[in-house]
């Protein structure tokens, strides 16, 4: 992968991840963090890093196979998105999903 200076997370000390994980990482980072924002009113991490998780989604599912994001784990919720809000992520989310989630993001962002 081509490394932007603006890439949050450097996949290349891990080669053997598929593109298909590398966007499930990036895509449980920024559900996690869209949870703890709008649905517990605080951010375990800054605008500023959130934008750069988003940025270096939105450039990986765009680079990657279209069938390779669709093996990622929340390909669903990312159809549309395109990096500028989190708002209603969490509402497209299946039930186990948003459970899940929620338990990371409770761990993560204790109130």
Known sequence: MDKSNDDWYDFSSNPYMSDAAKISFLQ??????????????????SDYTYE?????????????????????????????????????????LTDKDKEYLLRIANNVYRR
Request: glycine share 6%; proline share 2%; net charge positive.
């Open 28 to 45: 449980r980072r920024v559900l996690v963090a869209s949870i703890c924002y709008y649905q517990f009113n605080g951010s375990p991490i």
């Open 52 to 92: 750069r998780i988003s940025h270096q989604l939105l450039r990986l599912m765009k680079k990657a196979d279209k069938k390779e994001v669709e093996r990622s784990d929340y390909w669903y919720v990312f159809k549309d998105y395109d990096g500028s809000t989190g708002f209603d992520l969490y509402y497209k």
